[in-house]
């Protein structure tokens, strides 16, 4: 039985040929730089993969958020699901490259009667046996089963990036969800206090018309305000019940009771550097996670390959055998069995040819959907640093109109007073004022949300998520 050993080593280093093709990395579909002029701020120093979530996101009630939400949000734990059932396929396939060893015992006895025995006399027989068996093993000669197994890995690997890219777009969505809130809350506030302030001008425009030093038309267009402003009232009381509602989904549970609040006005955000390198994007998980599946479908194509070769597998075993239970471990009661099969495929209607073809067209698939990620990141960090470029110097252009605004309205409210000028005048000033304090508050938050977008669009400074990938076989 000496040669049993070197059979199985021999069952398990067959395998090494590989018919994979030669991966190589799509070219970049997109330029070296971002784009640059009017709309871009000059170049500066820094790196944004140098800056951590919680560095980032300068406000401790949105860091209270955060952690609530990584901790108890559905779609991340769905997607960390996902990671594991795909590590325990990748586990599975893995498993295909070694011999299924196992020990297979048996025993029966049967009785024969005599008119059916050969010697006429009634017999009684026993049947014992003992094994250790190799199981339908492969072997990999063509690469076959090393190719699915790559197929296997790097599919849990991809599955390892959407993971950190769900996490990463949870992140940010908490960040705008909750900035949000609080700007409908604030103008929520600024359309109350107006109303009032609505309301106490109507009640005086009514005084002058039963005094007769105002007309009806003054009545009328004062309380145009007031029921403008009423509606505004119950709009916005809608949109912050709304806004909870939404960020309440994103957390997975309650919002905390002890949230100090937030000045909008305050730095909320860390600085992000302009004049980025485009390559900066490919640390974006869903670019990793899209060339993971290129890798993946490039690796079916050597299984596909392999399946025009012949196949061998083996299976076979090696124990004691005997008629009495008792005498399984007696000398001269070894057995053994051997029996490498071979199947070669001469015909099959082209299916094999087919599913060559299928292969190569999802690695096709594979490749357009890797360069399309790299397009739609490089639009998404491009039209953020547009936005960076731009929305500060709006945002103190709107600042400026409020305080013109409120100038305006005071003159206005003063002429009237005096009798210089009539109703329309201050009617006009005072609904500058409201929309013009609205859209700062408004601009507000779509430069804070355009900051947190471009951020996540870069892909860089996130904590990484927990699980870590194995190395990639090569």
């Known amino acids: 039985m000496t040669h049993k050993p070197l059979l199985l080593v021999l069952a398990m280093t067959l395998g090494g040929c590989s018919l994979i093709p030669e991966y190589q990395r799509p070219e970049s579909p997109v330029p070296n730089t971002f784009p640059e002029g009017a709309a871009y701020a000059a170049p500066s120093s820094g790196s944004v993969s140098k800056i951590d979530w919680k560095t980032f996101f300068k406000e401790p009630d949105l860091h ?22 795909y590590r325990a396929l990748y586990r599975i396939q893995d498993a295909a490259l070694l011999p299924e060893i196992g020990i297979a015992g048996s025993a029966g006895r049967s009785r024969t009667p005599g008119d059916l025995s050969t010697t006429g006399q009634q017999t009684t ?45 949870l992140v940010a969505n908490v960040a705008i969800a909750y900035f949000t809130w609080r700007t409908d809350q604030q103008l929520l506030e600024v359309t109350q206090t107006t109303l009032q302030n609505y309301r106490h001008n109507l009640d005086l425009v009514q005084a002058s018309s039963e005094a007769g030093t105002a007309s009806d038309l003054d009545v009328r267009q004062a309380r145009t305000l007031v029921d403008s402003a ?10 912050v019940a709304q806004d909870a509602n939404a960020l309440r ?43 993971h599946q290129l890798r993946a479908a490039n690796a079916n194509i050597g299984a596909a390959r392999a399946a025009f070769f012949p ?10 055998a005997s008629s009495r239970l008792s005498g399984l471990f007696d000398s001269g009661s070894e057995s053994w069995s051997f029996a490498p099969q071979i199947n070669l495929p001469i015909f099959n209607g082209g299916r094999l040819k087919a ?13 357009s959907n890797y360069e399309s990620v790299i397009q739609t990141a490089f639009r998404e960090v491009a039209d953020g640093l547009a936005a960076l ?13 409020v305080s013109t605004a409120e100038e ?27 929309s013009a304090r609205q859209r700062l508050l408004t601009d507000h938050l779509a430069q804070l949300t355009s900051q947190v977008q471009l951020y996540k669009a870069l892909g860089g400074g996130w904590s990484d998520i927990s699980h870590k990938p194995p190395v990639a076989k090569q």
Request: charged share 20%; aromatic share 4%.
């Open 64 to 85: 209270q958020l955060v952690d609530l939400a990584l901790a108890n949000n559905r779609d991340l734990r769905k997607a960390a699901l996902n990671v594991d059932a």
């Open 230 to 239: 009423r509606g505004q009232v119950h709009a916005f009381t809608r949109q």
């Open 249 to 291: 989904l994103l957390l997975g549970t309650d919002i905390p009771a002890n949230l100090s609040g937030v000045d909008l006005d305050a730095a909320l955000l860390a600085d992000i550097p302009a004049g980025l390198p485009a390559e900066l994007i490919q640390q974006r998980p869903d670019i990793r996670a899209a060339e």
């Open 125 to 169: 027989a026993g049947d014992n046996s003992l094994q250790v068996g190799l199981t339908s093993y492969e072997l990999d000669v063509w690469g076959r089963v090393r190719s699915l197994d790559q197929n296997a890995l790097e599919t849990y690997l991809a599955s390892e990036e959407t993971q950190r890219s769900v996490q990463l777009g």
């Open 311 to 320: 196949s061998i597998t083996l299976t076979g075993g090696a124990g004691t």
């Open 389 to 401: 470029g731009t929305w500060g110097e709006q945002l103190e252009s709107q600042r400026d109109l």
């Open 355 to 367: 599913s060559l073809d299928y292969a190569k067209i999802q690695k096709d698939i594979g490749v």
């Open 408 to 434: 305006y309205n005071q003159m206005a409210q003063q002429r009237y007073d005096e009798g210089v000028d009539s109703y329309l005048a201050l009617l006009d000033a005072q609904r500058q004022l409201l």
